[in-house]
């Protein structure tokens, strides 16, 4: 009877470090998930209150190390942004990634551009993100110069 009782308890006690998990889990994804919507509608001003100061950025067209030197190189596609469509995500720990289509209008055309973008998370906030896409199809979608 003693052990059936101890048995119970650790499962009781795992499952409660589960749940706690994957809860702090859930809250990463919700933040990633409104960062993203926020960002790719052109509404830098909610995207900047979800990440940290020092945020670092990585993508093969732009990299920063701040959160104001991010949104100033990314300011050029506030007009042009038109929304994402999140494909497949998933987390570990305080890491998110997440497989998507971009959604941009340019005066070229409209298309979508298929990114994976994995996020770090601290305090709550995104930390640091790595952006890859195909950027001839990023490209091909920008006026010439």
Do not use: H
């Amino acid at each position: 009877m003693e052990s059936a009782a101890r048995s119970t308890e650790v499962v009781n006690a795992y499952t409660e470090v589960v749940n706690a998990y994957t809860e702090v889990v859930n809250a990463y994804i919700e933040v990633v998930n409104a960062y993203l919507e926020a960002f790719w509608s052109g509404d830098f001003e909610q995207a900047r209150r979800l990440v940290v100061d020092d945020f670092s950025f990585q993508g093969p067209l732009a990299q920063a190390d701040d959160k104001e030197t991010f949104f100033a190189s990314a300011a050029p596609l506030v007009p042009i942004v038109r929304g994402y469509r999140p494909l497949r995500q998933w987390a570990e720990g305080d890491e998110v990634c997440t497989v998507y289509e971009c959604q941009l209008e340019t005066p070229v055309g409209a298309g979508c551009v298929l990114m994976s973008e994995w996020n770090t998370m601290r305090d709550g906030r995104v930390a640091a993100a790595r952006l890859m896409f195909d950027t001839a199809a990023f490209r091909a979608l920008l006026p010439s110069s």
